[in-house]
């Protein structure tokens, strides 16, 4: 987070921290988000952000009530993709077809007769894998691409009509909070949930897609959000929009990212964990050490020093170090962590 958005919030706080979502300023806040979200990823006529209560995880339930009619397809090459395909595989649906890869390469979606939801990580948070955000060639006419953005969202330029619903929660470019999710969707997608949510199908409230978009037309959200997050959020926003929008923060978040490339490659004792450049993220940073080096050691000095988040994945087990080079970083700060790692590593 930036210290310019902690110092606008004391001023947000002192008028309007304990109002009711409902009333005109936070729906005006709710406003500017949604106007400024279609600004940054240059949504044409007919897109439309919603907002809803819980993050990503309470997304992919969501879309299996709101979105999946039969049958979805999953690419997973890391965790997050994972728990989504194993969520599609709900009762009331066909088994998905998933299309896997190990942590640290990636495969593509097929078209596939009978799929009508194609599912897929912009950005696995987990293994630092980046896809390209991209319709299925040859996929069925009435099927949606579900583009999963929690730790792309606001940091890597896109097409936004490659995609139907392009979801994300706003802790990681955004800059904010957890508690929300907000998606951008796509005219076709808006026609799936009214038809889905029309259909007799039984769908919690709080996981009906058809109520976020009704209330989110109010700017609002069925239950009451945390309105630090919603301040947080919008002042990131309007930050990015200052200087230059999505083509601005791609930039940054690549020469951050760049930084820790260049240094894993110079240095003997590190390599980057995704091997082809091509796939390999510009918002998180996924460094392999060699395994004389104690990679989680290393994590628990910087940490004992005040630096902190640079820990590997834990389900992953490798011997790595994870470092988020999100469109808030400062290039300095991350020159700076490479100079401490090295060191660490000259006194081991």
Not at 174 to 201: H, N
Request: hydrophobic share 45%.
């Amino acid at each position: 987070m930036r210290p310019e958005q902690l110092e606008n919030f004391q001023v947000f706080a002192q008028k309007f921290m304990g109002t009711s979502h409902r009333q005109p300023p936070i729906r005006a806040l709710v406003g500017e988000i949604k106007a400024g979200l279609t600004e940054l990823f240059r949504a044409p006529a007919g897109y439309e952000v919603i907002l809803g209560n819980g993050g990503a995880s309470a997304f992919w339930d969501a879309a299996t009530f709101s979105l999946v009619e039969k049958k979805a397809q999953a690419l997973v090459h890391g965790e997050f993709g994972n728990k989504f395909a194993k969520i599609l595989g709900a009762p009331w649906l066909e088994q998905p077809t998933v299309i896997e890869a190990e942590p640290g390469t990636r495969s593509d979606l097929i078209a596939e007769a009978g799929v009508d939801v194609y599912a897929y990580p912009h950005n696995e948070t987990s293994a630092g894998v980046v896809t390209d955000v991209l319709r299925v060639t040859g996929a069925d006419a009435n099927s949606l691409m579900l583009t999963d953005a929690t730790s792309a969202a606001g940091g890597i330029d896109f097409d936004i009509t490659q995609t139907d619903v392009y979801y994300f929660a706003p802790q990681k470019n955004f800059a904010s909070d957890g508690g929300l999710w907000l998606a951008l969707v796509s005219p076709k997608a808006l026609e799936r949930i009214e038809r889905i949510s029309a259909s007799g199908r039984y769908i919690p409230n709080i996981l009906s897609l058809k109520l976020a978009l009704d209330n989110s037309r109010e700017n609002y959200t069925l239950n009451t959000p945390a309105l630090a997050t919603l301040f947080f959020l919008n002042d990131q926003i309007q930050w990015m929009l200052k200087n230059g929008g999505l083509s601005w923060a791609d930039a940054k978040t690549k020469a951050n990212s760049k930084v820790l490339f260049d240094w894993a490659e110079k240095n003997p004792l590190t390599e980057a964990f995704v091997k082809n450049p091509l796939h390999r993220s510009q918002l998180v940073a996924t460094i392999n050490f060699a395994d004389q080096i104690d990679a989680l050691g290393i994590a628990q000095i910087l940490r004992e020093n005040d630096i902190v988040d640079t820990d590997p994945y834990r389900k992953l087990g490798k011997n790595q170090l994870r470092v988020a080079t999100f469109v808030s970083v400062e290039q300095s700060d991350l020159e700076a962590l490479t100079n401490c790692i090295d060191y660490v590593l000259e006194r081991l």
